[in-house]
């Protein structure tokens, strides 16, 4: 008892010996930006090229930290419970930020009001792919064979709620064939899948089948955009291909926790986006078959809200679900 | 290009300065975090990470990949003295290389392991230089019930290297597999055993049921009991060498362990070294004529796992560089590092940046070969830490797992369950439970599950799934047999067990 | 012998115990069918595979007669106490004071504890391991906080 009372006074001793802690402007620390998918991906390339590029510039460490499982939720219920003080970053996409509360019900944060908009880092054209050994080779053969074959196919995705799950389930819905999900721990075993024929197709980034295409494991059907890619101007587009409405891309863009103060967010989208102009950046983007795409916070916001009413709209139409 | 021409590509760039200064700083900083109990090289490669974002691609790889295979070598260092895994792919080595050291034969223990990790290493790589193109492309042929079926019949040999309890031995691989299911369902998104705490969401963090169940448990029940000085060992640098007893049965298990463990460390999705261990450990005690010496010192129990684990260090390279298929958290890391400098990881690799491949190749060589340098006369420097007295040491480890656990994900959560673990784990360490079995169930469990639900999807629901492909069904046979074998030898009359710890 | 002292078969009681708490938790979870399992299918069948294995265990135990080691209590009860009170005091006063307490606590666990040695053994290592967290490796951990 009386050494435990000693060390209680010693404790305070050197406690009030040490200096006060004064407040800097920011960053006063480690800035860490949130992942909610395995490194690789191309949510945490955005990061990772962003991080890399900002840490001289922000004169702190900027580090990615990839958290990953359950649809995103874990990385967002962080980002959504840290403190709003700018150093907690999140890298999120359609799943995280759009699509999770429209199918999950029980969806522990909300999207639109736990994160505040910061800017769109990057785009990437979602392309409709299969394994080489399926027995179609255009998006009208696949329609047509899986018609015919209704319950046949399996498709991967990066998981449940990502893009590449609904985009497919919007197919499904477009054009009334029956195909079957299957999910991946993110794009690159879900991109491996398709290429070892375990799923016969997916609906994938360009950039995570882009190897794939090139050893001749995956062949490509159809681009999921409102017109073709410039890197691909053989590609048609899926609404070329026979399916009408179909069109989304696998963005990635920067959020902070909301109740971020306006200065810091102002510094965060200047900083970033002065870098994502930069030819350098661009390059590093196309590289990985993605387009870098900087937009204004209020931009960004207004693109988020309408993204929710369509994408609700079709998740409730086609009744897609969780499981 | 042939063989030749690329070999001396990668050594033209391995031997460069500055590949040869981060190949050194990579081994050195991985063998340091090997040794701390409480710092995985996971934690280490991760914080080092943005380091490598100021020098060339080729060189942040190397040194990556330094503390990824330094750490190998590391790791055993604090399972044979000290009965802490510093990594979780040297748990197995616990087993036997902690009753070797205290029967006086840390040295030997240590200079064996430290061969037996560079056999390991270079035979891996060796496969690796000469089939990296055919193996990537077998590894492309396993499909989800094929993976499902190979960590079925990895569980179950875990389960079997039970000492003479085999019941309690699966007994604890389910308690793992339990374990890994605290945390958020990948396929469905809900919620399982975390009782509404948020820090659960994300499942229960490797480093903490290590730490708990083989550090701090450990320590909990050899408070009072080691008497100081009863771990004196003698450094000469006689006691450092292995007799020739020794010599003699560490050679075919370490040759064995290297290639079980090229083998599973070429199979993506195998969680590194920790399978390759506890295969390698598994078939040793299988073929061994004197099985029942395994867990009280048996030099073949450490061989061949540090063979195994070096191995599939090495040959997890193997999907990684041709693939792009991580095999584990640490490759996947490695992939972040190449595609940070615009390298897209996959087939195009070898082909496209082949200074870049062979390059670390060679650098593997090297840091093999500064390892085992470095190695041998720091033997007795790790020797000597056994002497200091046990009431001493073990308040140090204690805070060095504290330190640890909470620098992984700055949580106190996770101290705190390290702590309520540790209490339990003890007493079920008491009760006959096993921690290594249990850590595997643990490790393998999310995989697990993951496989076996997406294989029915892609079956449609049907069972025959893994027993229409032929490898699961080889995987499952050799499984089944197992199983077999180890009710069967439960049931039979016991021989008289010694329950001495 | 009196079972309730016989090792294996407490081992089999804690795993018919643990077995039938999965059980019950995972009830709540949906079963789904075999082509959909649900989130509830893996840990039932898990819990079901270890109240076999328990009751298996149970039935050996009735050949065998291992008595239970006596328990290590003393370091039972102040090991896992050093850490939470580490826990406790890092967040709220910094490493230093939470690794001083953790140490000290921690050593006396053991009964012949030098409690001099153990507070000198904390001022060297405290702030080395502090150093090597914080400076080498980076880990964002303060060293005292001030409040």
Known sequence: MNNKKVLAHAIGAIALASVPLSAHAWPDQTVTIVVPYAPGGIADIAARTVAEAMTPIWGQEVIVDNRTGGAGF??????????????????????????????????????????????MISDTPLVLAAYSGAPFDTTEDYLAYAEANPGEISFASAGIGSL????????????????????????????????????EVGVLALSSVGPFVDSGDIKLLGVAREERVA??????????????????????????????????????????????????????????????????????????????????TIIEAANISAD | ???????????????????????????????????????????????????????????????????????????????????????????????????????????????????????????????????????????????????????????????????????????????????????????????????????????????????ALFGVSEVISSIGKTGDGANKTRVTFRSLLPTRKEWRESGWPILRGSGVGTAVGILPGTGGG????????????????????????????????????????????????????????????MLGALMIHGIAPGPRVVTENPELFWGLVVSFLIGNLILLILNIPLIKVWVKILQIPYRLLFPIIILLICAGVYSLDRSVMDVLLVAGFAGIGYLLIKLGFEAAPLLLGFILGPMLEENLRRSMLLSRGDFMVFLERPISAAFLFLAALLLLWVIWGSFKPRRSTTENN | MNVLTSKDFLAGLVCVLIGSLVLVVASDYSFGTPRRMGPGFFPITLGTLLLLLGAGVVLSSLRT????????????????????????????????????????????????????????????????????????LGVPIPFLIWS
């Open chain 3, 65 to 136: 007669h291992e008595k239970l080691p006596p328990l290590n209590l003393r370091p039972w009860l102040v090991i896992p106490a050093a850490i939470i009170a580490f826990a406790w005091l890092l967040p709220r006063f910094g490493f230093a004071p939470a690794g001083l307490a953790v140490v000290v606590l921690a050593g006396l666990a053991d009964r012949n504890a030098n409690k001099l040695a153990l507070l000198l053994l904390a001022c060297v290592l405290v702030p080395a391991i502090w150093g090597l967290f914080a400076l080498v």
């Open chain 2, 274 to 333: 920790s399978m390759a261990s506890f295969m390698a450990y598994a078939v040793e005690k299988r073929i061994s004529s004197k099985p029942e010496t395994f867990g009280k010192g048996a030099v073949a129990g450490i061989a061949a796992p540090e063979g195994a684990n070096n191995a599939a260090a090495q040959s997890s390279f193997i999907p990684t560089l041709t693939l792009g298929i991580p095999g584990d958290a640490i490759m996947a890391l």
């Open chain 2, 1 to 211: 290009m042939d063989l030749l021409e690329s070999l001396q590509l990668g050594l033209a760039t391995a031997l460069t300065m500055e590949n040869l200064l981060y190949c050194l700083l990579g081994v050195s900083v991985g063998m340091i975090v090997g040794v701390l109990p409480g710092i995985g090289h996971l934690a280490a490669v991760s914080l080092l990470m943005p380091l490598t974002f100021h020098v060339p691609a080729t060189a942040a790889l190397v040194m990556l990949a330094g503390i990824y295979y330094g750490a190998q070598y590391g790791g055993s260092i604090a399972s044979i003295l000290l009965n802490l895994p510093g990594t979780a792919s040297s748990a197995v080595i616990c087993l036997d290389g902690y009753p070797m050291s205290q029967k006086g034969r840390a040295g030997a223990a240590l200079m064996i392991t430290t061969i037996a990790s560079f056999v390991g290493s270079c035979f891996a790589i060796i496969v690796l230089i000469l089939m990296a193109p055919p193996l990537a492309q077998l590894a492309l042929s396993f499909h989800s019930a094929d993976y499902f079926s190979m960590m079925v019949l990895g569980l179950v040999a875990a389960g079997s290297i039970s000492q003479g309890r085999p019941l309690i031995g699966l007994a604890s691989v389910v308690l793992g597999l339990l374990i890994g299911l605290v945390g958020i369902d990948v396929n469905s998104g809900a919620m399982r055993m975390t009782f509404g705490i948020p820090e659960l969401f994300d499942g229960v963090s490797i480093i903490v049921i290590a730490m």
């Open chain 1, 74 to 119: 874990v990385a967002a219920t962080t980002v959504a419970r840290a403190a709003p003080d700018g150093h907690t970053l999140f890298v999120a996409d359609m799943g995280v930020n759009v699509i999770n509360p429209y199918l999950f019900d029980d969806a522990p944060y909300d999207p639109a009001t736990d994160f505040r908009p910061i800017t």
């Open chain 1, 164 to 199: 590449n799950h609904i985009v497919p389930e919007w197919i499904n819905y477009e054009t009334g064939i029956d195909t079957v999900h299957i999910p991946y721990r993110g794009g690159a075993p879900a991109a491996t899948a398709v290429a070892s024929g375990e799923a």
């Open chain 1, 231 to 312: 890197s691909h101007p053989d590609l048609p587009t899926l609404m070329e291909g026979g399916v009408p409405n179909v069109a989304a891309g696998q963005w990635a863009g920067l959020f902070a926790p909301s109740g971020v103060s306006d200065e810091i967010v102002e510094k965060i989208y200047e900083d970033v986006v002065a870098y994502l102009e930069t030819e350098q950046a661009q390059t590093t983007f196309a590289d990985r078959g993605a387009i870098v795409s900087p937009m204004t916070s209020e931009d960004f916001g207004q693109m988020l809200d309408d993204l929710r009413e369509q994408f609700s």
